[in-house]
């Protein structure tokens, strides 16, 4: 078992990486306290697929699936029935699912009763190196995605590769983004190893290769978030290519094109704006693009820049009317940008669906 210890004072916790960790997961719970009861929040279709036989099945309780399930009213829905089955200060909750579970679990953890305790274990791959990693919680509106949210760092996250291979090829993709990222913007060696084994990643046809980049994902933005817990400034880097992603997302308003696939779009967006602005040169800009476009995703239409643009007034990384745009320096370099103008923003969206 490979053991990352995520260091933030009181808020300290631990990423386990096992293979097969999911079995244990009782014991591992019965070590961290004694819950008098335990909740999950999950979906119908991974509830299918997982079966935990730790809890029993009237303590586990259903979202609706996709993004529709990070809204105010499911927050609701399951607070009320939180109440109606005694979860107190002495309960733990657990997120079992992909990142809108994680987001959805940690933002009622930390809401009800001002906070319960509650651990994560991410079923996808998007959520395993990313969205379980870090406290941040959130929900949609039906404007902007995860404008609504609160950092509150879960006792534990668990993550089980073998749970991979229950996942169709587009959710790997949509997590092989998120990889990606983390080598654009922090190790250029991590990039490399990603090209090199994309095939085998997508497959998962090496479950142990996909352990280790999953370990080295997670200890890359354990890194980050050790030095910039609530968000303040080193931490935007992580959000390189999701400011136009998040766009594209709400556009298609949050159906037709998946969190990562819109990310691909975003991170070459944000990767033309570098280039054009001058700070990434041509020969990077080139194989970003290059890789990028090897990667099978939903093809953008029925739609122009203008349609997209309109959502980027929404966006929570806009700081006094300026916003925190990420951009590159090089391959496994970024750095915040608050000077890209409207206009440099639509060029790139245009560049995009050309």
Do not use: W
């Not at 006792?155 to 997590?175: S, W």
């Not at 997302?249 to 280039?275: D, F, K, L, P, R």
Request: proline share 2%; aromatic share 8%; charged share 20%.
């Amino acid at each position: 078992m490979h053991k990352i210890d995520v260091s933030l004072d009181n808020n300290s916790y631990s990423i386990l990486v096992k293979q097969g960790i999911f079995q244990s997961t009782a014991n591992h719970i019965s070590k961290m306290g004694n819950y008098n009861k335990i909740f999950i929040i999950s979906q119908k279709s991974i509830i299918d697929i997982c079966k935990p036989d730790f809890l029993s099945s009237e303590n586990i309780l259903y979202i609706a699936e996709n993004e529709t399930g990070k809204t105010f009213n499911e927050a609701n829905s399951i607070i009320k029935i939180l109440i109606e089955k005694g979860c107190n200060k002495d309960s733990l909750i657990i997120g079992l699912g992909g990142g809108v579970v994680t987001d959805f679990a940690g933002f009622v953890a930390s809401i009800y009763m001002r906070g319960v305790d509650h651990i994560l274990i991410p079923t996808s791959l998007l959520a395993m190196i990313d969205a379980s990693i870090g406290g941040k919680t959130a929900l949609n509106t039906s404007n902007s995605k995860n404008t609504i949210g609160t950092i509150k760092q879960p006792r534990a996250v668990y993550i089980d590769p073998l749970l991979l291979k229950t996942l169709p090829v587009k959710e790997i993709i949509n997590g092989f983004s998120e990889m990606l990222k983390y080598g654009l913007i922090n190790d250029r060696n991590l990039f490399d190893l990603l090209i090199e084994n994309r095939k085998n990643i997508i497959d998962v046809s090496d479950i142990d290769l996909m352990e280790s980049i999953i370990i080295k994902c997670c200890e890359n933005k354990s890194h980050i978030i050790e030095q910039d817990q609530f968000d303040l400034n080193e931490r935007l880097k992580l959000n390189f290519g999701h400011t136009i992603g998040h766009a594209i997302e709400a556009h298609y308003n949050y159906q037709s094109i998946s969190h990562g696939e819109a990310v691909y779009y975003g991170m070459i967006a944000a990767s033309y704006i570098s280039n054009q602005k001058g700070y990434l040169s041509d020969e990077d800009f080139n194989h970003i693009c290059n890789q990028i476009h090897l990667i099978p995703k939903y093809e953008l239409k029925n739609v122009n820049d203008e349609n997209i643009f309109h959502y980027i007034k929404y966006d929570k990384k806009n700081i006094r009317n300026k916003l925190q745009f990420i951009l590159l320096n090089s391959i496994g370099g970024a750095f915040i940008d608050d000077c890209v103008t409207s206009t440099e923003i639509q060029e790139s969206i245009r560049y995009i669906l050309k």
